[in-house]
């Protein structure tokens, strides 16, 4: 049989997406209802993080627990990645160790080469190209609080980085009007965007790509390696900030997501993310246990 990969949402087709989703909801009502699944007993992840992580890595650590087996933290700080041993070489050895392996790294290439030299499933838990395990929690929070997304408007509000890129994969994957707004020069990858052209438009203008929208989101201005831009993104950004007044634009029932951490009164005002009548943040961030055990079982073949 061959390996199935997580390494951009491009990996899973929208009935695969569909039942991940469902089983996510589902395995979400039988904790809560105290029921044990053992469905990965004796299993192993191993997570390779290059960069920081508070999220990925409680909810892949959780949920491999949850699911009867267990989970390696394994940094370059402490392991032969971080003195050169080489990404293929890493891939072979850990590959015929554990049973699935999850990756939060810089360059999209890492985890596309050490895919390609795994035996066994690798997830993207995040590259400076694509976060898609973020994007499978956000779609089971659309699913839980309106409904199917197919047909709706999204805007996207800030920088055209790696949470921007996966939501263009998701506009395709589930059918869903993707509008980017982003500064002059902080676009989304032109290739991408010429690509799905059908799915996603690029505007200047915030109000506009809020304008009827259905669900808004945003991110940080500056992400994880780019820590020594931060003032600079500060100045260029200032006028993205999602807001109350952002999201009058908005339709009625709008709802607002950040994947987080989150950067109050920046990106986001401190009202906003704290206002429940629109922001889902804190179902958001509980739904990456649920949907990752989901996503766990489907490549391991149990769904
Ligand atoms: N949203 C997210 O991936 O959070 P962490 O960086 O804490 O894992
Ligand atoms: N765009 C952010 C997402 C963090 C979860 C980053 O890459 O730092």
Known sequence: MTVRHFLSLDDINADELDLIINTAIDLKKSRAAGELNKSLEQRVLGMIFEKSSTRTRVSFESGMTQLGGSALFLSPR??????????????????????????????????ERFAQYSKVPVINALTDLYHPCQLLADIQTYVEHRGSPKGKK???????????????NAAKLCGFHLAVACPEGYEPDADLTAALSDHV??????????????????????????????????????????????????NKDAIFMHCLPAHRDEEVSGELIE?????????????????????????????
Request: hydrophobic share 45%; proline share 2%; aromatic share 8%.
């Open 78 to 111: 402490d392991t032969q990645l971080g003195r050169g041993e080489p990404v293929e070489d890493s891939a072979r050895v850990l590959s015929r160790m554990v049973d699935i392996i999850m990756i939060r790294t810089f360059g999209h290439d890492i985890v």
């Open 154 to 168: 999204v805007a996207w509000i800030g920088d055209g980085n790696n949470m921007c890129h996966s939501y263009m």
């Open 201 to 250: 438009t690029v505007t200047h203008s915030p109000e506009e790509a809020a304008q009827g929208a259905d669900w808004v989101v945003t991110d940080v201005w500056a992400s994880m390696g780019q820590e020594e831009e931060q003032a600079a993104r500060e100045a260029k950004f200032a006028s993205f900030q999602v807001n109350h007044a952002l999201m009058a634009h908005a």
């Open 275 to 303: 206002d429940a009548q629109y922001s889902v943040v804190w179902d958001e961030a509980e739904n990456r246990l649920h949907a990752q055990k989901a996503l766990m079982l489907f490549l391991l073949g149990k769904l």
